[in-house]
């Protein structure tokens, strides 16, 4: 079978998502598996080309899993003549300049969200891509996540009947990096530096609701730093600036309310870290990344309020587990087998840099509806 090289740039890749998730469960697992199949019968060998900061860094990472093209210069990477793809993973203000350098030598751009820091950015971008006529993705992984593909196919199989509600609970503890270190980058807690919950999360909800719900038309945010002083990755400490919770308020398409708190500072109890809540006339669901659990109508208990008597019921055991009736890859592969078909034989791709800044529109928004303490009108964006 006829075997097509692909070569793609990928910067950033000694971070967390650009390392774990990426590269290693996506493009060399794709290696892994013999390249990916196309549809015309071909195969497509993606080789990656790692760009990063640190040469000692990248040439061990490189070593590690047998990959001979790194560089430590975004130019000399993309004036490789194989390098057809640009995939950016670096801390989010980094992006913007490098995606643009990255147009101009002609690359087609695949880049984590949020795409740009700032909406008119995230605009340019996609217009630049555009207009260059190259092909463009964002990631939206959540999308592709057994649990909300599930919530999906219940949407899509009229489970819901008329949709009311979406409630959202999204986070986890991350350790004030004193007496534990932190699980995540010091940045995200320093507004100068691209940190933040809401510009972090919001690009995700924005596409997880406009997507498998409704369109989100309107948004109020509510958002705090609750911890206002970290340790960063040298134990130092440091002021955190940016908004380490987010509670937000968004009106759908149809009047669909969805509530949505997202939180570094909020200790789980819950069956996974994210869990999305529907109710609809006809059944309520409730998913998380990999699960996900119906109530229909009929089955409904009648639950009657009696503060004088102990709970007798098992809510949560009412509820039937929806079965997975496929096989889930991890959501990052999968996203990335769409973009390199797309690239590979131009199929239809639709998460491109135009959807992306929707999601950095949602997070502006978000970020001035807090600072001004009112809802805001979420305007379409012109394709
Ligand atoms: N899709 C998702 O679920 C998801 C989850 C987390 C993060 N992200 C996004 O991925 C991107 C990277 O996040 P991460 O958590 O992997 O961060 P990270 O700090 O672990 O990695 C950042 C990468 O950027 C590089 N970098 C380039 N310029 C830098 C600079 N000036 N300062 C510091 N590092 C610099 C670092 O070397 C490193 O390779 C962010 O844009 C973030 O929004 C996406």
Redesign the pocket.
């Known amino acids: 079978m006829a075997r097509t090289v692909i070569g793609v740039v990928m910067n950033?890749?000694?971070?967390?998502?650009?390392y774990r998730q990426h590269l290693v469960r996506s493009i060399l697992a794709l290696r892994a598996e013999g390249g990916l199949p196309l549809p015309d019968g071909r195969t497509l060998w993606p080789e990656p080309i790692l760009v990063?900061?640190?040469e000692d860094r990248l040439r061990e990472l490189a070593e590690r899993h047998g990959l001979s093209r790194w560089t430590t210069s975004l130019e000399e990477a993309l004036a490789d003549p194989e390098a057809q793809i640009y995939f950016d993973?670096?801390?989010?203000?980094?992006?913007e300049k490098a995606v643009r350098a990255a147009i101009a030598a002609g690359k087609h751009i695949y880049t984590?969200?949020?795409s740009a820091h700032s909406l008119t950015g995230a605009l340019e971008l996609a217009g630049l891509a555009r207009d260059a006529g190259v092909c463009n993705g964002v990631?939206q992984?959540k999308l592709f996540l057994p649990g909300l593909l599930k919530l999906r196919r219940l949407v899509d199989g009229g489970f819901f009947g008329r949709i009311l509600s979406v409630r959202g609970e999204f986070g986890y503890w991350v350790f004030e990096g004193d007496w534990q270190d932190a699980q995540?980058?010091s940045?995200?807690y320093r507004g100068e530096d691209g940190g933040g919950v809401i510009l972090?999360m919001f690009p995700?909800w924005r596409y997880v609701l406009d997507r498998i719900v409704a369109p989100v038309r309107s948004v109020y945010a509510h958002a705090a730093t609750h911890v206002p002083r970290r340790h960063d990755e040298n134990g130092r400490p440091y002021r955190a600036t940016a908004d380490d919770a987010a509670y937000g308020v968004f009106e759908l398409e149809g009047g669909v309310v969805a509530q949505i708190n997202s939180s570094w500072t909020v200790r789980v109890d819950r069956d996974e870290l994210v869990e999305f809540q529907i109710d609809g006339t006809e059944g309520s669901a409730v998913a998380g990344l990999r699960e996900c659990r119906i109530q229909h109508r009929a089955a409904t208990p009648k639950a009657v309020w009696n503060p004088d008597l102990p709970a007798t019921e098992d809510f949560r055991a009412q509820w039937q587990r929806v079965p997975d009736n496929q096989e889930f890859g991890n959501a990052f592969k999968a996203q990335w087998e769409l973009f390199l078909t797309h690239v590979a034989t131009g199929s239809p791709f639709g998460w491109d840099l135009l959807e992306g800044a929707k999601g950095v529109q949602l997070a502006e928004l978000g970020l001035r509806s807090w600072r001004e303490g009112r809802r805001l009108d979420v305007p379409e964006l012109e394709r």
């Open positions: 950033g890749v000694t971070g967390r998502m650009g990063g900061r640190g993973a670096q801390v989010t203000p980094a992006r984590e969200k949020p990631v992984d995540r980058p940045w995200n972090d995700h």
